[in-house]
């Protein structure tokens, strides 16, 4: 008799790493040190990871193995090294300057994570849905949850670093979205995705370099003086 | 009637008992992990004794509230622990309240704490009570919240109901809401007790003090009554802890066996919680005072999280 995975498992390990994703995010708005904010985001994208090879292995889904293999040696290995090594580079060890203070900000967080409940409830049609695509359905509400509070996080500073580190955590959201609503998205475009977003962080990496040499600074406000 | 005698007679001689203990114990085994030898387990008895054969002073200045507030302070966590199960899943005195009793009278101690502590006139006692109320203005909702989460799976804010669903389904402490509360709990715990990252329960000379500014001007008896009054609330805030979140081996009937048998867990996951307050009181470095509220806001947000994630997952 072949072994069949037991799905009500598969969805309580799912949520459980969810909530944990969802406690990471809101305490990297939380954190001040730069080099920790990009070690919660390391965890953070192991984490997902982990959550495609659970949906993976629940719906014999081999391809998301790939999909989830990239996303920890990209997001969880490479990218936080590439971040970290830029952060020695610039020297900059101080902490991260939100526009709102940091209580304040937790509990926007609090509210956005509030608003993705909301919006995911109306997602929400237990009855209509197969077991397949119930497994990881409830993550919904998490992952817009990590997208509005990405986007508050890059709205929320100043440095352009750290808004590099929101859209990060913001494509997080994106890419746990696909994999709640779709079970398993074809290959090409999560390898699309993935590779969209380590260029970008490339290319952002070398603007943030760019940026500091010629202002001094990294305060992306200071762009205004490129009007003559 | 006789058996709600015997029941609240054992939790009281446990409670008063207990508690110096497991502030003995802390101390002792802070100071093992942190290379030196410390005092002894005991250490905590001694103190009181000693305390309580002493004479004491009381300003000029003060009140009659100076010398209510440590027999408040006292009463409330004493009421209190009775009002929670701590080796059954009956807690003595569940006639009341349930849980918002539990956290009022907890915070009417603290308020009279605080009174204490501005009664004198020092200033450090003011500084003291004003940080204090800071802290638990915070600290409060992010309580009421976690133990909400767990009232609304229990249907029940009576703490002996909600001990009595929790033993039926154990392994419940894995559900993510559980874990938020948990953690939103734990952190409140660390601050309502003056651990390490929100005050220093070791020194009485910073600036930055919270709990012992307060009770500056407190000496001989009334300070042993304050001592024995923090450390009964905090074994009072860890049985809440350990028994709504991890209810093992909590007896629901009244033979000897099952009760020892309790006993014996109780006693144990107070010691490994014991252990996880030590470790992080080790490897943290104290807060700056500024720093406390965030700190807090943190629970709450976990708490609240919790709550909705009930709803949800």
């Known amino acids: 008799m072949p072994f069949v995975p037991n799905p009500e498992l598969g969805n309580r390990i799912i949520t459980l790493m969810a909530a944990l994703v969802l406690v990471l995010q ?16 390391a965890v ?30 990209l997001k969880a290995g490479l990218l936080p090294r ?10 900059i060890r101080r902490e991260i300057e939100p526009l709102i203070n940091v209580p304040l900000s937790i509990l926007i967080a609090g509210g956005l994570t509030l608003l993705g409940y909301v ?29 509005l509070i990405g986007f508050f996080a890059m709205v929320n500073r100043r440095k352009a670093l750290t808004q590099v580190l929101g859209l990060l955590s913001l494509e997080n959201g994106l890419f746990l979205a696909a994999i709640s609503l779709t079970y398993g998205m074809p290959l090409v475009v999560e390898l699309g995705i993935l590779f969209d977003v380590l260029v970008a962080v490339m290319v952002l990496g070398i603007l943030v370099f760019r940026i500091r040499e010629t202002f001094d600074s990294m305060d992306v ?4 003086k490129l009007r003559e | 009637m006789t058996e709600v005698i015997i029941n609240s007679g054992l939790q009281l001689v446990l409670l008063l008992l207990v508690a110096p203990l497991l502030s003995g114990m802390i101390k002792t085994l802070k100071a093992r992990l942190q290379n030196r030898r410390g005092p002894g387990v005991l250490q905590s008895y001694r103190d009181i004794f000693k305390l309580l054969r002493k004479g004491m002073v009381i300003p000029e200045t003060a009140s009659w509230i100076f010398s209510a507030a440590p027999y408040m302070v006292f009463g409330t966590a004493t009421l209190v622990g009775l009002m929670i199960p701590m ?17 009022y009278l907890l915070a009417l101690g603290r308020f009279f704490l605080a009174l204490g502590g501005l009664d004198t006139g020092s200033s450090f006692g003011g500084l003291g009570s004003s940080r204090e109320m800071t802290i638990s203005a915070i600290a409060e909702p992010a309580m009421m919240l976690a133990i909400f989460t767990v009232a609304l799976g229990a249907n029940s804010t009576n703490l002996s109901e909600m001990a009595k669903i929790a033993v039926t389904q154990s392994w419940r402490f894995l559900a993510p809401s559980q874990m938020l509360a948990f953690a939103a709990l734990f952190i409140v715990l660390i601050a309502e007790t003056g651990r390490i ?13 919270i709990h012992e500014a307060m009770i500056l001007e407190y000496s001989g008896p009334y300070l042993a009554l304050i001592e024995w009054g923090a450390s009964i609330k905090q074994l009072v805030l860890m049985t809440l802890l350990v028994n709504t979140f991890f209810p093992f081996g909590l007896s629901s009937d009244w033979t000897v066996q099952t009760v020892g048998v309790g006993l014996a867990f109780y006693l144990a996951k107070l010691f490994l919680l014991a252990c ?22 943190v629970a709450f947000i976990l708490g609240a999280l919790a709550l909705i994630s009930t709803f949800l997952f």
């Open chain 1, 26 to 41: 809101i305490a990297a708005v939380g954190q001040r040190g730069i080099v920790s904010s990009i070690r919660i985001f």
């Open chain 1, 44 to 73: 953070q994208s192991f984490l997902l990871g982990a959550i495609a090879a659970v949906i993976a292995y629940f719906n014999h889904a081999s391809h998301i193995y790939i999909a989830a293999l990239l996303t920890v040696f």
């Open chain 1, 82 to 91: 590439l971040l970290e090594r830029l952060v020695e580079r610039i020297g």
């Open chain 1, 119 to 147: 919006v995911a409830e109306s997602f929400y049609h237990p009855e209509q849905t197969s077991a397949q695509a119930a497994l990881g359905h409830n993550t919904l509400a998490v992952a817009i949850a990590l997208f």
């Open chain 1, 221 to 224: 406000s200071k762009l205004r």
């Open chain 2, 87 to 103: 080796t059954t899943t009956h807690a003595p005195l569940s006639l009341f309240g349930g849980v918002l009793a539990v956290v």
């Open chain 2, 197 to 209: 990252p929100v005050d220093n329960p070791a020194t009485h000379l910073e600036l930055t003090m």
């Open chain 2, 276 to 297: 996880l307050i030590v470790l992080v009181e080790t490897s943290n470095a104290k807060l700056r005072l500024f720093r406390v509220p965030e700190l807090l806001m």
